[in-house]
């Protein structure tokens, strides 16, 4: 089980879903993430799972909300801007309090974009693309094995809050192949027997809906939503430090580009500049606390991402008057190579140091 | 003797929030009779819409899912299959406007019962968009006035309206569809004999059983309630026709 494999970071999630109890898969075709879904088909029809072709994503994400008031652990899967049809049902989720991990493996945007691998989705994702007043977890894995690693924490924290999850990946990790290993899921069960739709057997009837015609009731709802993701925000933000213990200069990436943004902190050190790098987990909650403290350290910060400069706003909130916040990106395609990145970044960076 | 009383499945001290004179409130109390006589109120699963059908979970006693406008065919077929995961055989059905389920929700609709999906879709048509205030919806008849066809609806200019009950019993994954009034108590009678079996057919596994209700709307229609059901039965019925278009059973 825990020997390492060779793995596709689509395959990666389908798997790790499966050994963590995903009971419900409901999916549309789309690249570059469909293989999830065709993993899926097969071994969930043999372990006599529900998995349903769903007719378009709208049809998908509602099946999952459906599927989640019954406590089955749930996941959906597509890709930007058909992520973007199920930004309705997210918002109901989010209201309802139902659990439902939805898989973003982003393509290039905006409208149809193409295949290319993006981290365009950003702001839908961590801001949200529905209506009113929610958040979403957002978990954005970095390499295959942390495709596994969170789709195991997608679950657990569904479950945990009763809240959607984002697991939000791009093209590049979903199709690539490395060694990963699909480890045990580390995560306890959650009791959600206080909620769950299963009848009203010895106990009153239960209704979920987020339609409130009582004013004083739907305010007393968002601010209890609040206090949840209040919760959320003390507890689960998550990141990586890389080389951070001495730095001089702090770059900030996510998911794949920060992979690559590693190989530029590697080239500065060998010219002596101690460069580190910030890399959030978790996208929402973000963790603006630490990077705060880091940021305090050094005079510039440089945000690196695959878009025109999404989570840049968040550094930004971060950083705030720290230090300046400068910013590398490029919407789509090829990854910025290293080069590329040395070559912006000297720009910034001939400032504070004359001989780069 | 006692000649009526309260369904079980009716919350109790629930006051009907409907317009006077609507048929919501018998069309929910035929519904709970029925979940009353099948025996199924523990073990049912309802899906409520958006419009006036959406208050649903405020007058039947049982577990109870708003879904997103149009999309309770989507929820109840997520809510059937995941149970069914997990070992459970539950009673899901959704209860619906026209609006709900044939316009924004005709794609989730049609393609439950395409696949055949084992769930029980009842859908109250009244020839409008009610809850909003009376607007042309798909269903609305030939030369009928809303508040947006004023001039009353026109092939040309609005285009046809659909025959629902007809549509999904063309599907090969529908066990049962059919056209039921609840104008006079001879169809409220029938009604309810029409919906028990389409519950049934669910209890059996045949696949989509489907009910279209078709109601009045006094308010919108701008008539009192009795003459908003000489309406149907002297006007809509010849329209949309009161039959079975699909038993699997019999066919």
Not at chain 1, 13 to 41: D, V
Not at chain 1, 190 to 197: A, E
Not at chain 1, 278 to 303: A, C, G, H, W
């Amino acid at each position: 089980m825990n020997e390492k494999e060779l793995l596709k970071g689509n395959i990666a999630i389908a798997k790790a879903a499966l050994n963590c109890g995903c009971k419900c898969y409901f999916g549309y075709p789309i690249t570059p993430q469909t293989e999830i879904g065709e993993f899926l088909s097969g071994e969930m029809q043999k372990r006599k799972l529900a998995y349903v072709c769903a007719e378009s994503e709208i049809a998908a994400i509602n099946m999952a909300l459906g599927a989640a008031s019954t406590g089955a652990k749930v996941m959906t899967s597509s890709s930007s801007c058909a992520v973007s049809l199920m930004q309705e049902a997210i918002s109901y989720a989010s209201s309802d309090e139902l659990p439902i991990v939805i898989v973003n493996v982003m393509r290039a945007g905006p409208g149809q974009g193409y295949i290319f691998p993006s981290q365009g989705d950003y702001n839908q994702a961590t801001i949200g693309g529905g209506n009113g007043d929610y958040k979403t977890i957002v978990l954005s894995p970095s390499s295959v094995q942390e495709c596994v690693d969170l789709t195991y924490k997608a679950f657990y924290l569904a479950q945990k809050y009763r809240t959607p999850v984002i697991l939000l990946a791009d093209g590049m990790l979903g199709q690539m192949a490395e060694p990963a290993s699909i480890t045990e899921n580390p995560y306890p069960e959650i009791d959600n027997s206080s909620w769950i739709l299963d009848g009203a057997k010895s106990r009153p009837a239960r209704e979920i809906h987020s339609l409130e015609p009582s004013q004083n009731k739907l305010n007393r709802h968002i601010i209890e939503l609040y206090k949840k993701y209040t919760t959320i925000e003390q507890n689960e933000c998550d990141w990586e430090e890389y080389n951070c213990d001495d730095i001089e200069v702090l770059i900030t990436a996510f998911g794949t580009m920060a992979r690559h943004a590693k190989a530029l902190c590697n080239h500065y050190r060998k010219k002596g500049i101690k460069m580190g790098l910030f890399r959030p987990k978790t996208l929402y909650p973000f963790p603006y606390k630490r990077l705060n403290e880091l940021s305090q350290k050094v005079n510039v910060v440089i945000d690196i991402e695959m878009n025109m400069g999404q989570m840049l706003k968040d550094v930004r909130l971060a950083v705030l008057s720290n230090a300046k916040v400068s910013f590398i990106g490029k919407p789509t395609g090829d990854m910025l190579r290293e080069e590329e990145m040395v070559d912006a970044s000297k720009n910034v960076l001939k400032e504070y140091y004359a001989n780069i | 003797m006692q000649i009526f009383k309260v369904p079980k499945s009716i919350k109790k001290n629930s006051n009907f929030t409907f317009c006077s004179g609507c048929d919501h409130g018998v069309a929910i109390k035929l519904v709970a009779q029925i979940i009353d006589e099948l025996n199924i109120q523990e073990d049912t699963i309802a899906i409520a819409s958006s419009g006036c059908s959406v208050l649903l979970y405020d007058f039947l006693d049982v577990d109870c899912l708003e879904a997103p406008h149009g999309r309770a065919c989507a929820v109840a077929t997520g809510v059937k299959r995941a149970h069914k995961a997990m070992g459970n055989n539950k009673f899901v059905f959704t209860y619906q406007g026209d609006g709900d389920f044939a316009s924004i929700g005709l794609a989730e609709s049609m393609h439950s019962a395409l696949r055949g999906e084992n769930i029980t879709a009842i859908c109250i048509n009244n020839t409008n968009y009610g809850m909003t205030g009376g607007q042309l919806g798909p269903t609305t008849a030939l030369g009928q006035i809303t508040t947006t066809s004023p001039n009353g609806r026109n092939i040309e200019y609005h285009g046809y309206p659909i025959k629902t009950a007809e549509q999904i019993a063309l599907c090969e994954g529908v066990s049962y569809s059919a056209r039921v009034a609840l104008y006079d108590i001879k169809n409220i009678m029938n009604a309810k004999k029409v919906i028990k079996k389409a519950f049934e057919y669910q209890k059996k596994g045949l696949g989509f059983s489907f009910v279209e209700i078709l109601s009045n709307c006094p308010t919108n229609w701008k008539l009192s309630p009795k003459d908003s059901h000489e309406k149907i039965k002297n006007e809509l019925v010849k329209i949309y026709p009161l039959d079975v278009f699909k038993d699997v059973e019999n066919d």
